[in-house]
């Protein structure tokens, strides 16, 4: 069974720093990456996305401050979040796309609640 576990969430003031991590199980991923839905009925939007081979993306709105990277440990990925905004409250899923035999298959995680103050 496939499962993507999200930690590190919660309420930090506007300028300060978190730590997202998600520790996945149950498939190898060819992409593993970070959405986040900023108010309920939204659709989840892409904050950055991590491929096995290394390449890596952003969206324009948290370059810069925002970081994805891969663990040590298999299919564990991390989002460090410097210079936290108010618009960056949200709750952040991960993501896991598997690929087998052209066949690609979306996983996402329960979603970990960030909270950025004013």
């Known amino acids: 069974q496939v499962k993507l576990v999200e930690s590190g969430g919660g309420l930090v003031q506007a300028g300060g720093s978190l730590r997202l991590s998600c520790a996945a199980s149950?498939?190898?991923?060819?992409?593993m990456g970070w959405y986040r839905r900023q108010a309920p009925g939204k659709q989840r939007d892409l904050v950055a996305?991590?491929?096995?081979?290394?390449?890596?993306g952003y969206a324009d709105s948290v370059k810069g401050r925002l970081t994805i990277s891969r663990g040590n440990a298999k299919n564990t990925i991390y989002l460090q979040m410097n210079s936290l905004k108010p618009e960056d409250t949200a709750v952040y899923y991960c993501?896991?796309?598997?690929?087998?035999?052209?066949?690609?298959?979306?996983?996402w995680g329960q979603g970990t609640q960030v909270t950025v103050s004013s």
């Open positions: 149950g498939s190898t991923f060819a992409a």
């Open positions: 996305l991590i491929d096995s081979g290394g390449n890596i």
């Open positions: 993501y896991g796309q598997e690929r087998r035999n052209g066949v690609a298959v979306d996983y």
